[in-house]
């Protein structure tokens, strides 16, 4: 089989191929490029040595059986025999479930969180979005400091765990999105800079040097990335991909990567006869990343929406640190501005950074199905000092209110494992870096980060503590015992409403119409025919909803149906789904 590899400053490359070594030729016709020939078959070891240098794993490894310090094996993707006829799940109307493999269950494997999938299809659930799984030195992680873009997680189970992953996913109507990380490489384990100039100094981010997108040398590293994404989507017959902070792209050419990567992704959804999408992470507020090509914008199909998280989250728990500052002045008219325009921050003052920030989003152009709406992510939980998760301080009434916003929302839900049944279990930062140099650095800064916030070294779990990842894996004993079960109950009849009404899918947020009282605790809104009211406060609230006759859908505590004057006594700490009839 032919190998080849980008090393645009060695002067000899030569392939160890099993017990061989070849050298490797210059391709006449690709600058930089080497290239030979060698007998190999799936699972064959192989890595590269630069010049006089040591032998290094390939950069494009499918596989790295003994992790990202060991050689590169061969993956024939042709060899897996798909058991499902997959003709793709798109966005529009999708319910997502944000899964880490490695605490989804105790094993933390891809073939036991397979084995979990059944209870995701029951409840009602759309795509699977698994967080990063890209190799990186040590067993357990986030993920985000993954070192080799092509291949899959070892302790996770390799190429194939993921396949059959994704197999028994397609077979229950579950698509599959997998969180990939373009904007930097982790801190160890990464071989990429004695290939070429993956990186620049021409830009810095939180990690460091940034990934070279503008500078010399860029075509081949956007190349890179763009064809990394690309083979996610084919190889493993993914639906999407979510795209980790793409704030931290720096590219200052005329044609943005993030443009350049959603034209490829929609020609391959062309290929490929299936709807495929790519999803950002974005503090930006910046419509254009999700504005349409022929629209002058990048072209990316949706992006996570904190600005509704953080209303959420200020009008439930009244924190009011950091970037909940602007949102804890009137949480319920920021979660109204959400509802309606998208962003809370539109051009508007964010105290947090000290300037304006965000620009109008164009509702008459760009749906709300563009907008991801949650209440809890692995960033909003596993950042905090402890990791606890909404469920450690509010109550079932509460939870239920938070999922009740998210899912009737004109956004595109998403959950957090565990949140649809209140998980007691928290979810932690931990690490398992192999260089104890590096795993002493982040056992420090971690402490030293929340030091500054009034926490003691004991509070802040040690993240290279293997009790730390433990305490974070889901507990599923709890789903069939209160009250957890109750609150699984809910998440179900509402998931269940989303699918039944079309209002709730509706992508339009201008037709989303919202009334609340800042003082009692209590927000209402139409979409169409259905009228939600969830009510924070802890009395009973008076709510009004218009005239017309209406059934009661789903309500957490027992109501009546409003009276002739419209208005809806709704208990404390408690929501009501409606509709008109």
């Keep these: 089989m032919q190998f080849e590899v980008w090393a645009p400053q060695a002067e000899r490359v030569t392939l160890r191929c099993g017990q061989e ?28 040595a630069l010049d006089d240098g040591p032998e290094l794993p390939d950069p494009r490894a499918r596989r790295l059986p003994d992790g990202p310090d060991g050689l590169s094996a061969v993956v024939d993707h042709d060899r897996h025999a798909w058991r499902t006829a997959w003709t793709g799940r798109g966005l529009p109307g999708a319910v997502l479930y944000e899964l880490h493999v490695g605490t989804y269950t105790p094993e933390g494997t891809l073939d036991a969180a397979a084995d979990r999938l059944p209870h995701l299809a029951e409840l009602g659930i759309t795509h699977v979005e ?29 190429p194939e765990a993921l396949k059959r992953f994704v197999d028994r996913a397609h077979a229950l109507g579950l698509g599959v999105v997998l969180d990939v990380v373009h904007n930097h490489l982790g801190p160890s384990g990464n071989h990429l800079p004695a290939f070429g100039p993956y990186f620049t100094d021409t830009h810095q981010t939180p990690w460091g040097a940034a990934v070279n997108l503008d500078a010399p040398g860029s075509d081949e590293v956007r190349a890179y990335f763009r064809d990394s994404a690309l083979a ?11 795209l980790d902070a793409v704030h931290a792209l720096h590219d200052t050419r005329a044609r943005h990567f993030l443009e ?7 020609a ?27 629209a002058n914008g990048l072209g990316l199909h949706a992006q996570w929406n904190d600005d509704f998280h953080h209303a959420l989250h200020t009008a439930l728990t009244g924190e009011s640190q950091g970037y909940y500052e602007d949102f804890a002045v009137a949480p319920l008219a920021a979660l109204a501005k959400t509802l309606t325009g998208g ?20 509702r008459a152009r760009l749906g709300g199905h563009r907008l991801l709406g949650y209440s809890q992510t692995h960033d909003q939980i596993g950042n905090r000092a402890q990791g606890d998760r909404l469920s450690a301080r509010l ?11 998210t899912l009737t929302a004109p956004f595109t839900p998403m959950l957090f494992m565990g949140e649809e049944w209140a998980a007691g279990t928290p979810w932690q930062y931990f690490t398992d870096h192999t260089d104890p140099e590096l795993a002493e650095a982040v056992r420090r800064g971690r402490r030293r980060e929340f030091a500054a916030h009034g926490w003691s070294e004991d509070e802040v779990p040690d993240p290279q503590d293997p009790a730390t990842r433990e305490r974070s894996c889901l507990d599923w004993s709890e789903p069939g015992r209160a009250p957890h079960a109750r609150v699984l109950d809910w998440y179900r009849r509402l998931i269940a409403l989303r699918h039944a009404y079309p209002d709730l899918t509706s992508p339009g947020l201008a037709g989303t119409n919202v009334a ?42 027992e109501v009546k149906a409003p009276g002739a004057d419209g208005r809806l006594l709704v208990p404390g700490e408690s929501c009501v789904v409606l509709t008109r009839v």
């Design 21 to 48: 070594r070849h050298a490797l030729a210059r391709d006449p016709g690709r600058a930089g490029w080497w290239t030979g020939e060698a007998d190999a078959a799936d699972g064959t070891r192989y890595g590269f």
């Design 130 to 158: 698994l967080m990063p799984l890209c190799s990186f030195p040590g067993e357990h992680g986030w993920g985000y400091d993954g070192v080799a873009p092509w291949a899959v997680h070892e302790p996770y189970g390799g």
């Design 232 to 242: 996610w989507l084919r190889d493993y017959r993914l639906d999407g991909l979510r």
């Design 260 to 266: 350049e990567l959603s034209e490829s992704v929609d």
């Design 268 to 294: 391959l959804a062309a290929e490929t006869g299936r709807p495929l999408f790519l999803i950002a992470e974005s503090d930006l507020n910046d419509p254009r990343l999700i504005t349409p090509r022929a």
């Design 343 to 362: 962003y809370f921050h539109d051009g508007t003052y964010s105290s947090f950074r000290g300037r304006r920030h965000g620009r109008p989003l164009d």
């Design 395 to 405: 109550s079932p009434g509460l939870l239920a209110c938070a999922a009740t916003l």
């Design 516 to 557: 609340y009282d800042e003082d009692a605790g209590w927000l209402a809104f139409r979409r169409g025919d259905v009228r939600v009211a969830v009510n924070l406060g802890k009395e009973p609230a008076s709510i009004p909803l218009g005239s017309g006759r209406m059934e009661v859908l789903a309500a957490w505590d």
